[in-house]
Structure formats: structure tokens, C-alpha cells
């Protein structure tokens, strides 16, 4: 059996609170006070707890154990973010391609959901996905993960039309029926695409649960978890670990044991003679397809829904996506390179995810993360900043 | 269980949220089989019509009058000025309607047999105090408004200390709010252990959808509407409203202020208002109650509750169950309860007016605000406040030990 084991880098361009008064006179990611909109105080934080420590692990891994095989997406927006205000956390980013055991993920620059409004835009995010990746890592991506990894059957198209080998997608039941996560599938009509589907319990168990003194699993040891994952010999090719890099350092904290787990857990795995890993492209190269997955509605790996509702799930969330969209012609029009990229930072799904109504209830508000006070909040600073936005447009072209 | 309850004010003679909470409250205990006498000090017009009127649907309470003039929310200057502006003369002073309150209250706890005193705000803690010297049951203090919060951080003394008397002497303190519950704790210096936080509910009853008409007119010449209803005083913050509004007009000159209600601060307001030129933009309606003000709620696309320190704060509850969309300070009791508002600090007037401007700049932001907020609000029932009350009275009536 193959291990997947695939990582998420991500971090978006957070707005400033961007009120009326700043229409017209203020940038939008440019916050310098003592605020969760601080970009770089936020990415300064994550690179300390998370993408250093981390990076150092894994590293000693690759280096340790020469079957140790990784898969990572990382964002355009969090490596301008981290070329600027630590460079050195990027560099520790490209030493772990540079041992050749890990490959690069391809999705859109801006991290967005662009596929499902204007395809156009999709591709030109891709192509500066895959333009940064090749500068900074020298890959050429053969595998792609859409933002939150939103699938359907159209994407599966997409993919390949575009010659990609695999999609990363989520392992939900409700889409396999009786079937196991832990084999490859293709889309309708896409025999060269795989499919490679998150086993989202045992991906969960690190990334959610590892730290959950109430869970009957607590505490997660590396023994038990490969126990649980070598059961999979015998009844599936692979298992595919897929979670958000800052689940180690960020999500779960270093004092919960985390990194120590990491940097034991590949060795532990290792111990089953039956057991290997694999890139995500290696893995869709080796084994086969085991028939069409149809996947008619979009399927994410977020929440009980495994939907897009926490992304578009409300009408301010409607309202604002629509308006964003709707200035993309005049955006474009206006041939400002600067304008286009401010546009597209806008893209970036987080700023929807701030405006999601359907956590911030009564006393289970610590479930909304923000960097604003509210989702109203989210949404009235975001559509200040289009206002300003389609004012500079229009000063363009005027 | 049988409670002994002291009030001041009840509907229709009330002058604010007090009267409203009390009868909420008073009706759900009774439904709840809490067997309820609620004592009041009267000087109504024709008391035997509006009492029947008032406690018709609720069985089993009966009411007490004293002869107390009914003026709650005052101080005693205010008082004075009161009396003297109306003519008034009798006995000289708040205090001693208090005090002749307490007295009365001796010779009822005397005749009446009950297990439990629950008095409502300072106003009635004499009276409380002085039901349980005579009849040695527990006594509850129901704080529904701190001096602290009426004077907005200045105190009147003499009031303070009655309303610290009333508190300390209290078995058990029942606080509208986590954010009295600290006040009482900081500045009164009582024990958290002894306080139980009691949110107010929401009257379920559907609500009157006619708007009102003059409002609707201007809407359609393409006014929208922001609207305040409460007293016009300085813990109610009608002059941090009156900042923004400035800021909102520079942007949005078709937005009309409707403030709904009446207080010692009014002219105040109103000259401000004036030197700000914004007198075209505020309409000052003097103090609604019932359907007048169910007619307002309904015609306005925005309520905001500025104040400066609000226990709770009734009318944000109010304003989303009739469908209005809220933004409310930071500085409020309901804030606890409905998380579904925009929030902001009572001093940042700035960003009162942004939030002004965001609303009702945008259809959706006021569909979801008033969609998720009006299902807090509903959440917050008098039933479930009366529950509260009751596993507070068993803790404290040794009958049901």
C-alpha cells in the first residue's frame, strides 16, 4: 500500500477594516497596527510556529528515510507574502524539492474560485501558478488540486483537456456509495485522469482530532496511527493523507506533541513491509483506475457539507462574489497590471470564508475564524474595497 | 411555590424596558405554576380599568398598590423638577415615595404568605428589604438597570447606596446580563458566586405589520430610515447617533434618524442636531409605545442602540422581531444574546457610521442581519427566563429542600 502524504501552503492577502472614509485614499492589505489583518504580523507568526519547524522536519525526513516521498500546493499569494517578509521560510520551502522526493501540486495562483465563474480567469491563475512554481521550484505540475479542493465533473474535464494525470479530490461517502477512497478512480469520459481521493478519517485524525482530549482515539500515537493506516493493505492501493500544512505548528500547537509525531510517523509506516510512498503523480501513474467517479454537484473537503456553502452559502456571500466578478471586464480593460493583481487578490475564496454566517452562532462563535469581528464586518470592508476598486478602474479608463 | 414580587412600573403605565421586563417576566412565572403576587406602588388614573386590562392573562396575580407616585428612571433632582413642573406636591421627594414604598411593604409581607421576595431594580429594594425583616424569607434582588449604567459612570449617591444596600442585603441577585453581572461585581463589590444571570426574553407574540405611513412616504421619495427608541438620556447614548449621522449624511444625504422616545436630554439633542445642520434629517417623534411603535419599527430599514451602558436592552430584540436589522454598541446586555448584529464601540462614532452606511448601502447585509438575528431574538423567550428563576427560587426555598 502507498502513502499519499500531500500538504496545503496557504495564506491570503486579508483586507485591512476598510471603512467609507478610506474610499479613495487607502490600500487594502497594507494594515501596520497590532490587528489579526496584519499580514505580515499573521505570516511572521505562521512562519515561527509553522513553516520553520516544520520544514526542518520534514527535511530531516527526506533526508533520513530515502522512500520518504511528499506532495505540497503552495499558494501565489502566500510565497509573494513569504518572498517578502520571510524569505528564508521560502527557501526552506525549495530545499525540500531540491532532495527530488517532492512534488509540486498545481492550482490557481490566487487561491480562488474562479473555475466555477469565469474560466478564462481559472486559466490565467493556473498558467501563474505554474509560472511561479517552475521560476521558484522548477516543476512542472502534472497533478492539480482545485481551491478547497471544489470538484466536479467539469473540472474533471478541464483537467483533461489539459493534460493533467491526477486531480486531487475528497474521499466523501456520499459520492464513492460503497466504494473505498483507497483506490484511484477517473472522471466520466477521462480515462487519463486519476482521481486521487483524501481518506479524510485518517487525515482527520492529524489534522483535526490529534489534539482533542475527548476524542476515543486521544492520545494519537504514531504506533496507533500506523496500525490503522496498514490496515488498508489487502483492501486498497493507497491512502491518501491530504491536510493543510499549518496543521503542524498552527493547528495543533508544538507543545501538543505534533512535530514529534511528524518526524516519527513515516519511519513507524515504514515498518510494514508492505507499506510505501509516493507523489501524488507517481501514485496516478502506478496504479489504475478502478472505474468512473461521477461527481454531477461541487464536492469540497470542508465541513459536514463537503459543499461550497461556507464560501458562497449566504447572500452577502452571493452579492459579494457577483460584484467581484462583475467588475472583471473593466478590470481588464483598463490594461493595469497593478489593477488586474489587485483584482485578483480579491479572488482569494478566504475573503468569502470570512463573510460565513452559518458558524457565528450563539456560544459557538471560537468556531468562526477571522481575522474581523463578524461576517458582517468581512463583507461591509470587502465591498468598500470594490467601491474603491471601480473607482481606480474607472480612473483608468477615463 | 408562592413569589412576593415588588415592581414600580407596569404596562401601559411604564416609562421603559422596566415595566415591559417585569410584566414578561410576572406572566411567564405564572404560566410556569409560580403562584404570584405582584406588589405595586400606584397612582394610576383609573387603576381598577388598566389592572384588569394589564393582568388579565395572567391568573393568579394579584396587585397591590400603594400610593406612591409612579416615575421610574428619575433622580432625585429630576424629581423635584418634576413635581415642581406639574404642580405636584406631596411629600417632597423620591426617597420618600421609596420609603413610604417600604412601609407599605412591612404591612403587605405581614398579611400576605409567600416563600420568596423578588424585587425589581432599587426602587423597590426597600421594599424588598423590608418584606424580609418582617417575614425572615429570602429576598432576590432583580437588577435590571444600575445607577452606573442611568448616569452613564456618575452616580448619584444616595441612590447608589440604596441600590448597594438592596443588592448586599439579597439572598441571591439576579443581573439582566453578564455585562451588569460584572458591573455589579466591580463596582457594588458583591460576591459573582451570589449573581445569576437572567437575559431578558422577547414578548412571541407576532407582531403588527402596518408601517407607519408618513415614513413610508418619505421612503418612497427615496429617504431611508434609521431608527432609536429609548430614553433620551445620557446612558443611552442618542448623542454618539447624532456624530455619526453627520458622517452618514456626507455620504448618504437621503437618510432620515427617527428617535423614538423622550428623556431629560432631548433638547439637548435637539440643538445639537440643529447646529449640525441635520435638522432635515431627524425627525423627533416624543415617546411611542404599542402599535405607534410597532408602525416605526416596521417602516425602518435600520435600528441602532447606541448607549453607552445598556444592562440589556429590549428594543434591539424588538426591532428584529418586527424584521429590522440591528447595530448595537458593544456596551449592551443583548449583545450576548444576539450574536446576528453589527457591534461597535458606543464612542466609535466612526465606525457607527460606516456600519450605518454598509447596511443600507446593501440589500443582502440587511436580508442575512435580519434573517439570523430575528432567529436569536426568538430564541430569547420569557419562558426560558422564568426557568431560570425558578431553579434559582428552589435553591433558596427551604420548602423544597
Redo the contacts between chains.
Sequence with gaps: MTICFYLHVHQPHRIRHY???SIGRRDYFDETEELETNNKRVLQKIVEKSYIPTNRVLLSLLERHPEFRLSLSITGTVVEQLEQHAPEALESFVALTETGKVEIVSETYHHSLSFFYSLSEFEAQVELHAKMVKRLFGQRPSAFRNTELAYNNDLGRWAGRRGYKAVLIEGWDYVLGDRSPNFLYHPPGEPNVKLLLKNYRLSDDIAFRFSENTWEGWPLTVEKFASWASRINGNGDLVDLFMDYETFGEHQWEDTGIFDFLSSLPGELLKHPDNNFMTVSEAASKYPSRGELDVPHVLTWADTERDLSAWRG???Q??ALSRLYELEARVFAARDPVLIDTWRRLTTSDHFYYMC?KW???GD?HAYFSPY?????A??YY??VLKDLELRITAKNA | MKVLMFGWEFPPHNSGGLGVACQGLARALSENGVSLTFVLPKRFGSPRESFKFVFADIPDCHVYSVNTFLMPYQTEASYKNFLRENGYIYGGGLFEEVERYSLEALKIAKRESFDIIHAHDWLSFGAGIAAKRVSGKPLIAHVHATEIDRTAGNPDPEIFKREREGIISADKVFSVSEFTKKMLVRDYGVNGEKIKVVHNGLDQKSVPSGADAALVKLKQSGYQVVLFAGRITVMKGVDYLVKAAKRVVEYAPRVLFVIAGSGDMEEQIMQEVAALGLSKNFIFTGFLRGEELSRVYNAADLFVSPSVSEPFGLTSLEALAHGTPVIMSKQSGASEVLTHAMKVDYWDTEALADKILSVLEHGSLREVLTANGQRDAFACSWDKAAKVCIDAYKTLDQSYL
Design positions: 471603512r467609507h472614509s449566504n447572500a452577502i452571493e452579492d454566517t457565528f452562532n450563539d462563535v469581528e463578524s461576517p458582517y464586518d463583507f461591509s465591498m468598500n
